[in-house]
């Protein structure tokens, strides 16, 4: 037998070789993949009362208050939550991007079909981290402004009454006495095209409080205008984005807001 015809034999029988392996591994692939698709799972994942979002504002404005006045910049808003049966805790934060700004809220609030009741705790930072004293609530010290909110929501009817009051912290008049700021917003909206809505919150204060520079009484310091619409992803996350024209007569200011939020 020539050396060709051994080269030419060999190098067939290796092909072939190679090629019935090739096959027979992918159809015990097709067969292993087929045989774990038609598997049934061993227990249903349940839904977790576990909330994570992200907002970013372009500009942070707070019930019609211009919570940035200098060195302007967006502002984002990481927020941890947990729900069940009612109840909802929360911990927020917000960080401009310029790093001039900071802010650490805590909240825990109830809801019993259209009323929810809720404590909020507001932390202002200073810009240097070395002065904090975040467990500090000495009454003339201190950074928490602590505040206590109540919301009608009536079923089937697209109004909401929410009412709030600073009652301890740092809400205090010039003469150094707790102002008890109160806040007192209605809010209507209107869904339309699946995911579109356009929402109107006419919001005012009823006191000397810190949403009129403790200056005056009665006063409307907040109109908002708001369209939404809200993005759907098949995995469940969702992306509502806001554009918003805000008026407050009291500081005689308008602002024109977009917030991008993102939730799962």
Request: proline share 4%; charged share 15%.
């Amino acid at each position: 037998m020539s050396s060709i015809f051994k080269t030419v034999l060999f190098t067939t029988f290796f092909s072939n070789a190679v090629i019935l392996s090739a096959q027979t591994e992918i159809h015990d692939n097709t067969s292993t993949t087929t045989q774990l698709t038609t598997t049934k799972p061993i227990q249903k994942l349940k839904e977790s009362n576990f909330h994570v979002q992200l907002d970013l504002q372009t500009k942070y404005v707070w019930r019609g208050m211009e919570m940035m006045t200098e060195e302007s910049t967006p502002v984002l808003f990481p927020q941890l939550a947990y729900s069940y049966k009612g109840a909802y805790f929360y911990a927020m934060g917000g960080y401009s991007l310029n790093g001039k700004y900071a802010e650490v809220d805590l909240g825990v609030s109830y809801n019993w079909q259209w009323l929810t009741i809720g404590i909020s705790d507001y932390y202002y930072p200073t810009l240097n981290g070395k002065k904090d004293h975040y467990f500090d609530f000495q009454k003339h010290s201190t950074g928490h402004w602590l505040e206590a909110s109540l919301t009608i929501a009536p079923p089937k009817i697209p109004l909401q009454l929410t009412v709030s009051n600073f009652f301890a912290g740092a809400d205090k008049l010039p003469n150094g006495k707790q102002a008890y700021s109160t806040y007192a917003e209605l809010g209507a909206w209107y869904n339309f095209l699946h995911h579109n809505r356009i929402s109107l919150n006419v919001g005012a204060t009823f006191n000397k409080s810190c949403y009129n520079d403790y200056a005056h009484g009665f006063g409307i310091c907040n109109v908002e205008a708001k369209y939404t619409y809200t993005v759907h992803f098949k995995n469940q996350w969702t992306l509502p984005l806001h554009v918003a024209y805000i008026v407050n007569p009291v500081f005689e200011k308008s602002f024109v807001n977009f917030t991008a939020s993102i939730g799962f």
